[in-house]
């Protein structure tokens, strides 16, 4: 169980091919067990592998999120192993997204306003999951990672080079993204401070 660091755009990683997993061993429940812990240390709702690097066909949504527990409450996160898409459906909405491989960006993005996937579990049985709202965008933006797709594919070009510019800023070249944790010395601008984001951006009412 460990933190792993997030890949962040635009690192070419990112759109790697993902691959499936052809069996749910020890090795793949120790990779859930690591992007719990990462998803949380940024404060995320969803993660998908490759955004630590392990370009395999797996992502995680909270488990709030996914309507099986209270938000905050200390309930795993659901797995989605070799997810596929069965059927979308409703009209599309519009609303910020934002993902722990941009930190501090959000994108406006159409969805459809449900979704239903298969998918594997942890326990290696198949299951159909159907949501709507937030999960639905959140099953969504996660399913997209495994085909490489990212929040920048939703923009024009003009914002796509700002957004380039804005994590270039953020990211030194070690790949340390500036987080709530840092201790160096110089100050940074707060606008620009790569706070936890969740994967998608929770609004409470
Ligand atoms: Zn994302």
């Known amino acids: 169980m460990a933190v792993r660091p997030i890949v962040v755009w635009p690192d070419p990683r990112l759109r790697e091919k993902t691959r499936p997993i052809?069996?749910?061993t020890d090795e793949i429940r120790a990779l859930y067990r690591d992007l719990v812990d990462t998803m949380y240390a940024y404060d995320g709702v969803g993660i998908a592998a490759i955004q630590i690097g392990v370009p395999l066909r797996m992502f995680l949504v909270d488990a709030g999120v996914a309507g099986i527990a209270e938000r905050g409450a200390s309930v795993d996160p659901v797995a989605f192993i070799n997810p596929e898409v069965l059927d979308t459906?409703?009209?599309?909405?519009?609303?910020?997204?934002?993902?722990?491989s941009f930190p501090g960006i959000y994108v406006p993005v159409d969805r459809p306003r449900r979704a239903r996937l298969r998918a594997i579990g942890?326990?290696?049985?198949?299951?159909?999951?159907?949501?709507?709202?937030?999960?639905?965008r959140a099953m969504l933006h996660e399913h997209d990672?495994?085909?490489?797709?990212?929040?920048?594919?939703?923009?024009g070009p003009l914002k796509k080079r700002q957004i380039k510019r804005k994590l270039e800023r953020q990211v030194e070249p070690s790949g340390h993204v500036h987080g709530e944790n840092c201790q160096h010395d110089h100050d940074h601008d707060e606008a620009e401070h790569a706070h936890g984001v969740a994967a998608v951006p929770v609004r409470s009412s």
Do not use: Q, Y
């Open 22 to 24: 052809t069996e749910v």
């Open 89 to 100: 459906s409703g009209d599309k909405e519009k609303a910020e997204e934002g993902c722990l």
């Open 122 to 136: 942890l326990d290696g049985k198949t299951f159909e999951s159907e949501g709507e709202g937030l999960f639905a």
């Open 145 to 155: 990672h495994l085909t490489g797709k990212l929040l920048v594919d939703f923009v």
